[in-house]
């Protein structure tokens, strides 16, 4: 479609809309629910462009605006996955009622297909990090806490490792990167992987169909 007024939900540190805003033509709206990364947006774009408008909102609070436009795109990366049922819910509430005719959504989740085998492992990490004990930490240290757990646990049980080796291999992948990271992508209180054919279902129902 010929995008002249766009959308992005959950827009994270905000590189991509201030990108887009300053060097298309088209009109971009935005919420994030941090406001320090609504900040961060507008000090990337000061001065470059009047395309822009961003908010430090819920969902709810930003679906309920009423200076917004019909839009010709939506998108919205590592949000499905992360978000609640209600909030999906309301997510294709605002699809259905805010996508022009003709109009594009971009929408980014995690594959059940592919995260099968990571699942027994991120379960005993939120297991982990969640003991009373830890109530009182800072998250960061619960998330190390439930990593040096889930190595001593590799070390006593070699009989599940046999049966489950991507268990070792995953925690091996990612026993060393950022604590920011994993705590968006596997300690967040919602973490639900999908198969396609369900997102698709629920999309189609507002009269969408998969483009690629």
Excluded: M
């Amino acid at each position: 479609p010929v995008i002249r007024s766009a959308c992005e939900l959950g827009f994270g540190r905000g590189v991509n809309i201030a990108i887009h805003a300053v060097a298309g033509e088209s009109t971009w709206w935005g919420n994030d629910l941090l406001p320090a990364h609504v900040e961060g947006v507008r000090a990337l774009t000061q001065g470059l462009t009047d395309r822009l408008h961003v908010f430090a909102e819920s969902f709810t609070e930003f679906f309920a605006r009423p200076d917004l436009p019909q839009f010709d795109f939506i998108g919205l990366h590592g949000v499905w996955s992360w978000v609640s049922a209600d909030n999906r819910a309301r997510i294709v509430e605002f699809i259905d009622r805010r996508l022009a005719p003709g109009g594009a959504v971009y929408l980014s989740y995690n594959l059940l297909a592919g995260w099968q085998a990571v699942l027994p492992l991120r379960e005993f990490l939120v297991r982990e990090a969640a003991r009373p004990e830890l109530a009182t930490v800072p998250l960061a240290d619960r998330i190390e806490a439930a990593l040096l757990a889930a190595q001593r646990h590799v070390a006593s049980d070699p009989v599940e490792l046999a049966d489950d080796p991507e268990f070792e291999r995953h925690l091996r992948r990612i026993r060393h990167q950022r604590k920011s990271y994993l705590a968006h992508e596997y300690f967040n209180r919602d973490w639900t992987p999908f198969n396609f054919t369900d997102v698709a279902r629920v999309l189609r129902a507002i009269g969408l169909e998969y483009a690629g």
